[in-house]
């Protein structure tokens, strides 16, 4: 079955360091691949999302991903990090269509 | 924009009780999610329904029902809440078809006394 890893539980980084959170994926062919936040206390928002195509994906506040086939990766950078950004980030992978399958999160830390 | 709310935000329950969760949302997706999120792990699909007047189970669906009353709302019943449990239940939706990214609601947080 296809799956998603994400292989740190937790990240701390100074603000106004760089990000890369990890997602390492299972999957028969070229997937779709999503990453979500989670804020303290609130349900899960769409960050970004890549369908088959250009490798490098932009989303919401900054963020971006890259899809690498080789390395079956699809890791979420941001160049400047925010206090606000502190919060669960959870990478997915659609599986058998409509389910989606969810990584265990990682819990992103701000040093102000 | 649309919105998708979840009642109640918070919920108590007794050992034995039959819960029900609530979910509306104003997409007009025609596909609704129920997963559960427990600390420190993922989220676990738990029913689905790809349109109106159809339901699938997930991989979580033992202890639970769900209804699928219209196209904008989708309930889920705990049929008998376990003791000291603990959970967040997230409904979503999403337009209809394959490899679609959900969009999601704020959760019920579940105590179970």
């Known amino acids: 079955a296809q799956s998603v890893t994400q292989p740190d539980a937790r990240v701390t980084v100074s603000e106004g360091a760089s990000l890369q959170l990890r997602c390492k994926y299972s999957y028969f062919g070229t997937p779709y691949l999503f990453w979500y936040v989670q804020y303290p206390r609130q349900g899960l928002q769409l960050l970004l999302k890549?369908?088959?195509?250009?490798?490098v994906v932009q989303g919401v506040n900054g963020f971006e991903a890259e899809f690498s086939k080789s390395n079956s990766s699809f890791h979420l950078r941001k160049a400047s990090v925010h206090w606000s950004d502190w919060a669960v980030y959870f990478c997915?992978?659609?599986?058998?269509?409509?389910?989606?399958?969810f990584g265990t999160g990682t819990s992103l830390l701000v040093d102000p | 924009g649309g919105i998708i709310t979840q009642t109640p935000k918070f919920l108590i329950g007794q050992e034995g009780q039959k819960l029900t969760l609530k979910c509306q949302q104003n997409f007009n997706h025609d596909t609704m999610y129920w997963y559960r999120q427990d600390s420190g792990k993922g989220l676990r699909l738990i029913y689905y329904?790809?349109?109106?007047?159809?339901?699938q189970k997930g991989d979580l669906s033992e202890g639970y029902d769900a209804s699928r009353e219209k196209k904008s709302s989708f309930s889920l019943t705990v049929t008998s809440a376990q003791k000291n449990e603990m959970a967040v239940f997230l409904c979503?939706?999403?337009?209809?078809?394959?490899?679609?990214?959900?969009?999601f609601g704020e959760g019920t947080r579940l105590s179970v006394l």
């Open positions: 997915a992978v659609p599986n058998m269509g409509y389910k989606l399958t």
């Open positions: 890549y369908y088959p195509g250009d490798p």
């Open positions: 329904s790809i349109t109106e007047n159809d339901l």
């Open positions: 979503a939706s999403s337009y209809r078809g394959n490899n679609q990214a959900p969009l």
